[in-house]
């Protein structure tokens, strides 16, 4: 391993999408319910830090909710951001925490894949120094692709975010073959982008279950979760749920400290 490489902590920390919170405001109008409402609640039951992404047609999250979650959370804000010139204007007049940057299609119902730093290194590489200037921490939305890790690397970020969709839906779907695969290429991004020297988060669909299966990947420090946490809150309240989400998490990573 890298002697540069960072390792992770002993705590994974837990970062809470509140995007469908406003997704649900906008399907009536209005303020309510208010994402800067949920954002405070879930760091009060727990949460590390506060996910909101600005998508460019703002089907959910508007300007004016990243400005009020800047000004008003006591936690870390990471914007998510596709690599426009616009997003980029917003994020150096916002000045997150962090930046991740994501791949983005108007027609796609929620982040389908990774983004493309191979395909795309031209456009990623100038966002991210500008970022990066900016004193933001910058991460890329990516799959566990070795090509893509190295190219990451090679972009000047010093974050990766594993994009773990394909596994979820395996895990849901009862397909074990798939999602056993899935892990594995997961777990060996995961090794890889450390030993590259990149900080490792991971995040999309997961739940209480795939949370706790990925909290036991040493490699990985950072969760962030939404749609499932935002959902399940209607029923049991976001304050119980990032609780128990963060149960979860701790119970998963107990198996590292069993191991050592």
């Known amino acids: 391993m890298d002697p540069k490489a960072p390792r ?7 970062g809470v999408n509140i995007d469908h919170v406003a997704t649900l405001r906008n399907a009536r109008g209005g303020r309510h319910p208010d994402p800067l409402h949920a954002a405070m609640t879930a760091i009060g039951a727990g949460a ?8 460019e047609d703002r089907r959910h999250m508007r300007d004016e909710d990243i400005a009020r979650l800047k000004a008003r959370i006591s936690k870390p804000l990471n914007f998510e951001m596709a690599a426009t010139d616009e997003m980029v204007e917003i994020a150096l007049k916002t000045r997150p ?4 940057i994501v791949p983005e299609r108007r027609e796609e119902r929620t ?3 990774g983004l493309d730093v191979v395909g795309q290194h031209n456009q990623i590489v100038p966002v991210v120094q500008k970022l990066k200037a900016a004193g933001i921490r910058v991460s890329l939305f990516i799959a566990a692709d070795p090509a893509q890790i190295e190219m990451a690397a090679k972009a000047g970020a010093p974050v990766i975010e594993i994009h773990t969709g394909a596994w979820c839906d395996a895990v849901h779907d009862g397909q074990a073959d798939v999602a056993q695969t ?8 995961a090794r890889l982008a450390q030993q ?10 997961l739940d209480y279950v795939t949370a706790e299966a990925i909290a036991a990947l040493p490699e990985i420090v950072e969760l962030n979760i939404g749609h499932y ?14 609780k128990k989400m963060r149960v979860a998490m701790d119970r998963g990573r107990m198996v590292i400290k069993a191991a050592r």
């Open 48 to 55: 590390d830090g506060i996910t909101a992404h600005l998508r």
């Open 182 to 189: 899935e892990f594995r290429r997961i777990a060996a991004g």
């Open 196 to 205: 590259a020297g990149l900080e490792v988060h991971a995040g999309h669909g």
């Open 111 to 113: 982040t389908e894949g």
């Open 97 to 100: 925490h962090a930046a991740c």
């Open 8 to 14: 992770a902590p002993s705590r994974l920390r837990l």
């Open 229 to 242: 946490m935002i959902g399940d809150a209607v029923f049991a309240g976001l304050d119980n749920v990032v």
